[in-house]
């Protein structure tokens, strides 16, 4: 009786030494991948965390939870070992959050490990500043008429923009009466981006004449888009000759509406055709000869009234025409006249 106790005795020890369940395991490890630093991206910030260093050194599957400890964040998945932590930005410059904790556990065991984020905002918006513009003196320089700065920003939908002037009085032996710099400025609430607008005003006594139909002193113009296509003369004058003009700065626009331009025009070889008398605006320049050559500028007339919008404004409206260019030595000139539309 005594050995058979004793047998028993020993095989129920080899059998508790011998269970895989009560077996000594490790605890598994917690690798939350941290600190992490961001660039603000909106007002809610995603950023990326990646827990999937984390790892049960027995080889068994493990299960994970972060858990939030801001008021102003929380993960989009605090089960998944790459959640992102989403972080309110708005109305704020830096964020700091933590330390706060990712749980791996494994086998009825936890390991806790600690982690950081920070987000800043220091990236500048985007600024667009509206093409630079010239006009003659005594037109609008209201932003409505000459154009706004556009900006964007990652962090604030909604950058405020703002402008100022430094105003250049005319210099000695110039047409331009005033040169505006016109500083565009965008806020996001942190950082500022700036880009500058160049407003020139010529005064409308250095002018070169003007014409439209010369044949007939006309001033009239149908807004229809259809008929022939629309022809202004720019006479040449001893302030002027013709061919000493870049065709290709050519552009004309309305007095009213500056950065409303056509650039697109046939321009014919220079003959003399206009008889330049006068470069006021409503005064006809007639069809002749005065010895000097003048430009013919052709439009396509669609193009022409939908870029100028002449189709919404009323019959009866004058409309101050104005042709500005360069010439070859770079110095620019203005050339007006009006027309009534019908």
């Not at 006009?135 to 008429?145: E, I, L, R």
């Given at each position: 009786?005594?050995?058979?106790?004793?047998?028993?005795?020993?095989?129920?020890?080899?059998?508790?030494?011998?269970?895989?369940?009560?077996?000594?395991?490790?605890?598994?490890?917690?690798?939350?991948?941290?600190?992490?630093?961001?660039?603000?991206?909106?007002?809610?910030?995603?950023?990326?965390?990646?827990?999937?260093?984390s790892f049960d050194p027995?080889?068994?599957?493990?299960?994970?939870?972060?858990?939030?400890?801001?008021?102003?964040?929380?993960?989009?998945?605090?089960?998944?070992?790459?959640?992102?932590?989403?972080?309110?930005?708005?109305?704020?410059?830096?964020?700091?959050?933590?330390?706060?904790?990712?749980?791996?556990?494994?086998?009825?065991?936890?390991?806790?490990?600690?982690?950081?984020?920070?987000?800043?905002?220091?990236?500048?918006?985007?600024?667009?500043?509206?093409?630079?513009?010239?006009?003659?003196?005594?037109?609008?320089?209201?932003?409505?008429?000459?154009?706004?700065?556009?900006?964007?920003?990652?962090?604030?939908?909604?950058?405020?923009?703002?402008?100022?002037?430094?105003?250049?009085?005319?210099?000695?032996?110039?047409?331009?009466?005033?040169?505006?710099?016109?500083?565009?400025?965008?806020?996001?609430?942190?950082?500022?981006?700036?880009?500058?607008?160049?407003?020139?005003?010529?005064?409308?006594?250095?002018?070169?004449?003007?014409?439209?139909?010369?044949?007939?002193?006309?001033?009239?113009?149908?807004?229809?888009?259809?008929?022939?296509?629309?022809?202004?003369?720019?006479?040449?004058?001893?302030?002027?000759?013709?061919?000493?003009?870049?065709?290709?700065?050519?552009?004309?626009?309305?007095?009213?509406?500056?950065?409303?331009?056509?650039?697109?025009?046939?321009?014919?070889?220079?003959?003399?055709?206009?008889?330049?008398?006068s470069n006021v605006p409503?005064?006809?320049?007639?069809?002749?000869?005065?010895?000097?050559?003048?430009?013919?500028?052709?439009?396509?007339?669609?193009?022409?009234?939908?870029?100028?919008?002449?189709?919404?404004?009323?019959?009866?409206?004058?409309?101050?025409?104005?042709?500005?260019?360069?010439?070859?030595?770079?110095?620019?000139?203005?050339?007006?006249?009006?027309?009534?539309?019908?």
């Amino acid at each position: 009786m005594r050995r058979a106790l004793v047998l028993t005795v020993v095989a129920s020890a080899f059998t508790l030494a011998s269970s895989p369940r009560l077996l000594a395991q490790s605890p598994p490890v917690c690798v939350s991948g941290g600190p992490y630093v961001a660039e603000c991206s909106g007002p809610l910030t995603l950023v990326p965390h990646d827990g999937s260093g984390s790892f049960d050194p027995d080889g068994t599957p493990i299960s994970v939870l972060w858990f939030e400890e801001c008021a102003f964040g929380f993960f989009d998945d605090p089960t998944s070992l790459t959640p992102n932590y989403v972080i309110d930005m708005t109305g704020v410059c830096f964020r700091h959050c933590g330390p706060y904790e990712l749980q791996v556990t494994s086998g009825g065991e936890t390991t806790k490990c600690q982690e950081n984020t920070d987000v800043f905002d220091t990236t500048a918006p985007d600024i667009t500043c509206p093409a630079d513009v010239q006009a003659v003196w005594g037109s609008s320089t209201d932003p409505s008429v000459t154009g706004s700065a556009s900006a964007t920003d990652a962090c604030n939908p909604s950058p405020t923009v703002s402008f100022s002037d430094v105003i250049i009085p005319q210099a000695p032996g110039s047409n331009i009466e005033q040169t505006i710099i016109r500083t565009w400025m965008a806020d996001d609430g942190c950082q500022q981006s700036s880009c500058q607008q160049t407003i020139e005003l010529f005064s409308p006594s250095t002018g070169v004449p003007l014409q439209f139909n010369p044949e007939t002193c006309d001033p009239t113009f149908q807004v229809s888009p259809q008929g022939p296509s629309v022809v202004l003369h720019l006479a040449g004058t001893s302030n002027l000759p013709v061919t000493q003009i870049d065709n290709t700065s050519l552009k004309v626009s309305r007095f009213d509406a500056p950065m409303k331009s056509v650039k697109r025009m046939l321009v014919s070889a220079p003959t003399e055709a206009i008889k330049a008398v006068s470069n006021v605006p409503g005064v006809c320049n007639q069809a002749g000869q005065d010895g000097w050559k003048d430009l013919k500028l052709t439009f396509s007339r669609s193009q022409f009234i939908d870029t100028l919008g002449l189709a919404q404004l009323p019959p009866g409206s004058q409309v101050q025409l104005v042709v500005i260019g360069k010439r070859l030595n770079g110095s620019t000139f203005i050339a007006t006249n009006s027309i009534t539309l019908q």
